[in-house]
């Protein structure tokens, strides 16, 4: 594979370069018909996913290679976070390869050429693949909540899905949105933003949550119309890890994710009892990972740190994975798996 052969040279790189130029060559191969519906297509929220497999917000932070990674396999993309006004970020450098651990930290801080930007890429795509539009708020905004029902009036129209990112630790105070009170005051804001005909939307919640939490987010999610719950973004919790970047601040994220991620996949499902579609996110790096999580209770999942080190064929790799598992299993479908642990 093309990315083995690169990746010593990538690596070589300072890591934000390194994702720049993986970016420039996706952009070669944006022509590729997105993947087709098989053994693994899935119904959530509405939405017709030819798989179960995307890419998780952060990777195409512009919405710069949606179609790129659709023609790679995956079943969807998420680009962003975007927020109203372009922003430049947290100063580099911002974001480290943790390669003895297999995972990443990163404190971007919501780095973005804002609204105006992305909207005319997604509006000169032919719409064809899922495509999801993460939004967020602006580090210095007066008003974040005015900041997501931005967001989302403005990408309603060329996105499949759109989703409240409230789960980012390196914008000062973002998380408190999951907080009693803030997070019903901004989903009842984005509740009534929405019109008929709008896509639906989602939620991303943060990993690092407390006692009550999970019943709170999810009966204010249900009781303001949210579709699913993403589970979830990365963790500010440090377990024991080897690379020397390990003190590097920020949000930690790849394989010493895995079980906590796991773990608040499997509370949330708990708490919903099905009620709620949920996507798994945080250290799924094979399908086994991927299988485990969708019986566990993800109607989906994402990747993104994982193909730090594996490439983005990994996506079409988990795919064919998931086929075999299924079939092993016994499941006709991704839906009857979902839970079934």
Not at 20 to 28: P, V, Y
Not at 183 to 189: G, K, N, P, R, V
Not at 253 to 262: C, I, T, Y
């Amino acid at each position: 594979m093309i990315f083995n052969v690169i990746k010593p040279a990538l690596f070589a790189l300072e890591s934000e370069t390194g994702h720049r130029l993986a970016i420039q060559g996706l952009k070669a191969i944006r022509h590729l018909p997105p993947a087709k519906p098989g053994p693994l297509a899935t119904t959530v929220a509405g939405i017709k996913f030819a798989n179960p497999v995307g890419v998780a917000a952060g990777f195409d932070k512009n919405a710069e290679v949606p179609d790129a990674l659709l023609g790679l396999g995956f079943g969807s993309v998420e680009v962003g976070s975007i927020t109203p006004r372009p922003q430049p970020g947290n100063p580099r450098p911002r974001l480290f390869r943790l390669v003895e651990d297999r995972a990443v930290i990163n404190r971007m801080g919501f780095n973005n050429d804002g609204i105006d930007s992305a909207l005319k890429r997604l509006e000169r795509r032919k719409r064809r693949g899922i495509v999801g539009v993460n939004v967020g708020a602006n580090k210095d905004s007066a008003d974040r909540v005015a900041d997501y029902v931005a967001g989302i009036a403005a990408f309603r129209g060329v996105a499949d899905y759109l989703t409240v990112n409230i789960s980012s630790p390196n914008t000062p105070g973002l998380r408190n949105l999951q907080a009693k009170g803030e997070l019903e005051l901004l989903l009842e804001a984005v509740g009534a933003a929405q019109q008929a005909g709008d896509p639906p939307v989602f939620l991303k919640v943060a990993p690092d949550l407390e006692s009550g939490d999970h019943e709170r987010i999810v009966k204010s999610a249900i009781d303001n119309g949210i579709a699913a719950l993403i589970v979830s973004n990365t963790t500010i919790s440090r377990p024991e890890l080897k690379s020397r970047h390990a003190g590097e601040t920020g949000g930690l994220s790849g394989a010493p994710l895995k079980s906590l991620a796991l773990e608040q996949l499997r509370r949330f499902r708990e708490v919903s009892a099905g009620e709620l579609p949920l996507i798994g996110v945080g250290g799924i790096a094979t399908a086994d990972d991927a299988w485990e999580r969708i019986c566990a209770g993800a109607s989906l999942i994402q990747l993104y740190s994982a193909m730090v080190y594996e490439g983005p064929g990994l996506g079409a790799q988990i795919v064919r994975g998931l086929e075999k598992l299924m079939k092993r299993d016994g499941f006709t479908s991704i839906a009857e798996a979902v839970g079934s642990e």
